[in-house]
């Protein structure tokens, strides 16, 4: 079994947020998606160890804030990699709070939807959210940023490691190592060092 083959299933990103005891939170997820258009439903899939997974648990409600290609690998960051339960997520970003009581993010989105959950499914490490949307509406024109798009385009690839060398600046071979030494000949073209710059 290749199970490559799921890679090729297509998933946005979005923001989540939940409201409790007076605390804003959310955080990153991928699988979010209309279930019904009669009544009008959504799904969403939320890792337990989430605080927002917590947060909808006790209220029964939360905002997804669907993310655009313009969106900043930043704001995966701040959404993604720390926990609610330890900072204040909400902290020099710009959000909106619409009729449920719950924010949505007004920046890198094209639009949000309001849900009111009717039916939690266990999966296992994720519960399943199926919820009657109460509210929406469009916010910009930019595509929304699908998952592929992500890891091609906003995810920060690790630092190339620098060679230390120099580079012949007529056909292009690397010399590597701290020093050139002066009396170097290009095996290549069989340049001289002085035709030699640093990497």
Known sequence: MNNNALHKLSYGLFVLTARMDGCDNGCIVNTVIQVT??????????????????????????????????????????W?????????????????RVKNDVIYIAEETNAY????????????????????????????DDESVTYSYYHKNIKSAP?????KGFICTVC???YEGE?????????????PASDFKPL
């Not at 009544?39 to 905002?63: G, S």
């Not at 939807?113 to 469009?138: E, N, P, R, Y």
């Not at 630092?159 to 060679?163: D, I, M, Y």
Request: net charge neutral.
């Open 159 to 163: 630092a190339p490691k620098v060679k």
């Open 172 to 174: 292009g071979y690397v």
């Open 37 to 78: 258009t009669e009544p009008n439903r959504i799904a969403v899939a939320v890792n337990k160890q989430n605080y927002t997974h917590e947060m909808i648990c006790n209220t029964a409600k939360f905002n997804v804030s669907v993310l655009t290609e313009s969106s900043k690998f930043a704001t995966y960051k701040h």
């Open 80 to 96: 993604g990699f720390r926990s609610g339960r330890d900072v204040d997520k909400t902290e020099e970003i710009s959000f909106c």
């Open 113 to 140: 939807i309001s849900a009111k959950v009717v039916k939690a499914i266990d999966l296992g490490t994720h519960t399943l959210f199926i919820a009657d949307v109460t509210d929406c509406d469009v916010l910009g």
């Open 179 to 191: 020093t050139l030494p002066d009396d170097f000949i290009c095996p290549w073209c069989k340049h």
